[in-house]
């Protein structure tokens, strides 16, 4: 059985309609996953990623209900901030971050779920500081091993975690991570393995806050909610698959949205 079983995504969802049903979909399989585990779906938060969707497919993303927003890129999420700062929308970058974009994070973000760097934490935490506010952070970790993807690696995040509380405007809240891109079932499964028990382990320390765990994304979120997380990151099984340069879809191309 493959790790990675969706289905097709949906087509470009662009009405309220359109991506309010992508929603019930996925939170009725969020729903599932969790009863297979034992566990309660609504404990179970759905964050939407944005990445690619332009601004009137989010105006109407919050009319179908969705008020969190999760961007990988800062800058597109700055952007979209300012645009739509009429609307009380919870934005999270989810992506890795250098240190001169951290101002940027300070100015406008909720929360962010890739720390994974001491001297990001410092650059965070004296921007917000100056603004005189806090910010929800996720320690990222490279629970697959795999060179292509951002993290500390596991044996790190016990002191990583121990440092924080230095940098008092950071809020742990628990780990993030990117399973194994593969169709490997039981690789996927020992990644989500492993971030519980670095998480549990954060939890008896008194170092992972809640002891959130945000993992899973379009291709295997619900292997991850029977696997113990808290948080999913779903983007193509809501607005669609993202569109490439040459679609009429692209962002910026006036014949799409």
């Not at 601004?55 to 739509?84: F, S």
């Not at 921007?127 to 320690?139: E, H, I």
């Not at 948080?231 to 799409?256: E, I, L």
Request: net charge neutral.
């Amino acid at each position: 059985m493959s790790a990675r079983e969706p289905g097709p995504f949906p087509t470009h969802a662009q009405t309220v309609a359109e991506i309010a049903a992508n929603l019930a979909a996925v939170r009725a399989r969020i729903d599932a996953a969790a009863a297979r585990a034992g566990r309660d779906g609504a404990g179970i938060r759905l964050l939407p990623v944005t990445k690619t969707v332009t601004e009137p497919r989010l105006r109407a993303a919050w009319e179908a209900g969705v008020t969190q927003m999760g961007e990988n890129k800062v800058q597109e999420a700055l952007g979209k901030a300012r645009a739509m700062a009429d609307l009380a929308i919870h934005w999270a970058v989810i992506g890795h971050l250098q240190t001169n974009k951290a101002k940027d994070v300070a100015a406008f973000a909720h929360e962010f779920q890739a720390l994974d760097s001491l001297r990001v934490a410092e650059a965070l935490d004296r921007r917000l500081q100056a603004a005189g506010r806090g910010l929800d952070v996720y320690v990222q970790v490279n629970s697959s091993g795999e060179d292509t993807k951002f993290g500390l690696v596991p044996e790190a995040v016990p002191a990583f975690l121990a440092a924080l509380p230095a940098y008092s405007s950071l809020r742990v809240r628990g780990l993030m991570t990117l399973a194994a891109h593969t169709e490997d079932r039981e690789r996927v499964i020992d990644c989500f393995r492993l971030m519980r028990d670095l998480r549990d382990a954060g939890l008896q320390a008194g170092t992972v806050g809640d002891g959130e765990l945000s993992m899973g994304m379009s291709g295997d979120f619900e292997l991850a909610v029977e696997h113990g997380s808290t948080c999913v990151r779903v983007g193509q099984a809501v607005f669609g698959r993202r569109p490439t340069p040459d679609s009429m879809y692209w962002p910026g191309r006036r014949d799409g949205n």
